[in-house]
């Protein structure tokens, strides 16, 4: 898709295209009203967590505690959804003045290790969340980091919810909604 994008870009001298690169979009509305339910066990760290504090699962499988990270779990940018929807906005107003085709991240430049992100969790909530160390799952990296400097450059956008937020406002979510979307 991106491929597509970028030769659209470059056959028509008019056009122009922001690809948002999104690195790990976590957190929900403020509302409580809007957040993740994926479909069956979650395949994401962070929904599959808030799920164990809310009951739902048992235990977090931690996937490999051997990397070379603080505390040997991979570590990722996590992203608030509302500075994502924000750099959106920034995009399109950016795509206005602009020609041709950018790739820009989207992340806050800012790693958390799984296990920093359970203990967030578990202090956002005030829910234990229980885990089990595992082996690593294939095709994991050890650390997936934004460089930020070029949303702020470009968009005149960057990241204001921290990690803290991200819980809060999932487990805003979770809590008021334990089944997701499903109907009780
Ligand atoms: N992870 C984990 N247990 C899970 C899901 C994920 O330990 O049940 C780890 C995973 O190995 C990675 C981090 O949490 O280090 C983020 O995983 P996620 O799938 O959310 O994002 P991605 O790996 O695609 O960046």
Redesign the pocket.
């Known amino acids: 898709m991106a491929l597509i994008i970028r030769d659209w870009a470059a056959s028509w001298k008019e056009a122009s295209a922001v690809l948002l690169r999104y690195?790990?979009p976590?957190g929900a509305d403020a509302s409580g009203r809007i957040g993740e339910d994926p479909n069956g066990i979650?395949?994401?760290?962070?929904?599959?967590?808030s799920q164990v504090a809310v009951g739902r699962l048992k235990h977090?499988?931690?996937?490999?505690t051997d990397?070379k990270t603080r505390d040997g779990?991979?570590?990722?940018d996590y992203i608030h959804v509302e500075d994502l929807a924000r750099a959106h906005l920034a995009a399109i107003q950016f795509s206005g003045t602009s020609k041709g085709c950018e790739a820009i991240n989207v992340g806050t430049g800012q790693g958390a290790?799984?296990l920093e992100?359970v203990k967030a969790f578990e202090h956002a909530s005030g829910r234990a969340v229980p885990?089990k160390i595992?082996p690593?799952?294939d095709?994991?990296?050890?650390r997936?980091l934004a460089a930020v400097d070029k949303a702020e450059r470009l968009l005149g956008w960057k990241a204001n919810l921290d990690v803290a937020d991200m819980c809060r406002t999932t487990w805003n979510w979770q809590s008021t909604n334990p089944n997701g979307y499903a109907q009780d």
């Open positions: 690195f790990n976590v979650p395949n994401n760290l962070v929904p599959y967590i977090l499988n931690v996937f490999g990397y779990t991979g570590e990722r290790t799984v992100m885990y595992g690593r799952r095709g994991d990296v050890a997936s």
